[in-house]
């Protein structure tokens, strides 16, 4: 399984971007994708999943509100829209498959992303 992150860009606070993941064709039978970013120094944390099947969501409480994640089951992409972007966004955003377990958890993604740079000026 092969993911391809892109999306990423620098932008003042305030503003949007449009993340995208694109999965290769054996990721079709995993239903749920998700967001992780990190930033230097720190962990990588959850940002946002959602069960392609199903539809349901889940967010971190610091995106509520100004995220929001889609996807496009023919092509199995992921999108994370992110919008009213602060400083604190700036991370290293990474999308990923899930395998078992809380979805929160990094370590219950088995394939990850390349990783695309998100950077927000303040």
């Known amino acids: 399984v092969q993911l391809q992150a892109y999306g990423g860009g620098l932008v003042q606070a305030g503003g949007s971007l449009r993340l995208s993941c694109a999965a290769s064709r054996r990721a079709s039978t995993r239903n749920v994708m998700g967001w992780f970013r990190q930033a230097p120094g720190k962990e990588r944390g959850f940002v946002s999943a959602i069960n392609r099947a199903t539809g349901n969501t889940f967010y971190a409480d610091s995106v509520k509100g100004r995220f929001t994640i889609s996807s496009d089951n023919i092509e199995i992409t992921v999108y994370l829209q992110m919008n009213s972007l602060k400083p604190e966004d700036t991370a290293v955003y990474y999308c990923?498959?899930?395998?078992?377990?809380?979805?929160?958890?990094?370590?219950?993604?088995?394939?990850w992303g390349q990783g695309t740079q998100v950077t927000v000026s303040s």
């Open positions: 990923a498959i899930f395998f078992s377990g809380s979805v929160y958890v990094p370590g219950n993604y088995d394939y």
